[in-house]
């Protein structure tokens, strides 16, 4: 069974513009949270996607939005890029809310200059 | 806010040699999971732990759950050059499902 599969693995944005991002979940899987890894700060929880529903959300700026469809399969924007903003985006999956246990896709390294 | 302080942030050890990684909290856990990650790539999950006191052996790989679910461990016997990665552990709660608190991580070198 395919894993979690991020497109694109690299992107390289200039200060100002916008980026989406988008995550395919394992097949079942309906949970989608997204999470920014930097060397400095660590894996942050952007947010969890549920039924096309955000269920929760961490402390991101409003730049920072994302949706998920009726197949699972999610996005997410950042508008107004920072050059603060570049890290690794990581999507995981997990078959339902409540179970932590979660599959790592491989990630969106996003650079901004 | 649940925080994990995970110890010691970097590892440089000789193959064959043992070590254990620590991930601490002063909050109760519903479930801890640990997660392995090599550069570039996204974590790939090893275990989950969720009964207070909980050990699972994975090859050399020992797990355990504190008894009171805020603390864990990691030991890893005979180390290999192939256990080189960040080791992260994540915590889950009842009360907010769908978002896991992570620890910094531990950096982990084997020297052949």
């Not at chain 1, 549920?50 to 950042?78: A, C, I, L, W």
């Not at chain 2, 080189?84 to 009360?95: E, F, I, M, R, V």
């Amino acid at each position: 069974k395919a894993g979690v599969t991020q497109t694109p693995r690299y992107l390289i944005k200039t200060r100002g513009q916008q980026v989406t991002l988008s995550c395919s979940p394992i097949s079942g899987h309906r949970s989608v949270s997204w999470y920014q890894q930097t060397p400095g700060q660590g894996l942050q929880f952007l947010f969890e996607y549920f039924s096309e529903t955000q269920r929760n959300k961490g402390n991101f700026p409003g730049r920072f939005s994302g949706r998920q469809f009726s197949n699972s399969r999610s996005e997410m924007n950042v508008s107004t890029l920072e050059l603060g903003d570049s890290a690794l985006y990581l999507c995981a999956s997990s078959l339902a809310r409540g179970l932590t246990e979660a599959f790592f896709g491989q990630g969106t390294r996003l650079t901004v200059v | 806010t649940q925080l994990l302080e995970q110890s010691p942030q970097f590892l440089s050890i000789q193959e064959g040699e043992n070590l254990t990684v620590y991930c601490n909290s002063s909050s109760v856990f519903s479930s801890l999971q640990w997660y392995r990650q090599e550069p570039g790539e996204g974590p790939v999950l090893l275990v989950t732990v969720v009964t207070g006191g909980e050990v699972k052996k994975l090859k050399r790989l020992t797990f355990q759950f504190g008894d009171a679910r805020k603390d864990s461990s990691l030991h890893i016997t005979a180390a290999q050059p192939g256990d080189t990665g960040l080791y992260l552990c994540a915590g889950g709660s009842n009360t907010n499902a769908g978002k896991s608190t992570f620890g910094d991580g531990t950096t982990l070198t084997v020297k052949p």
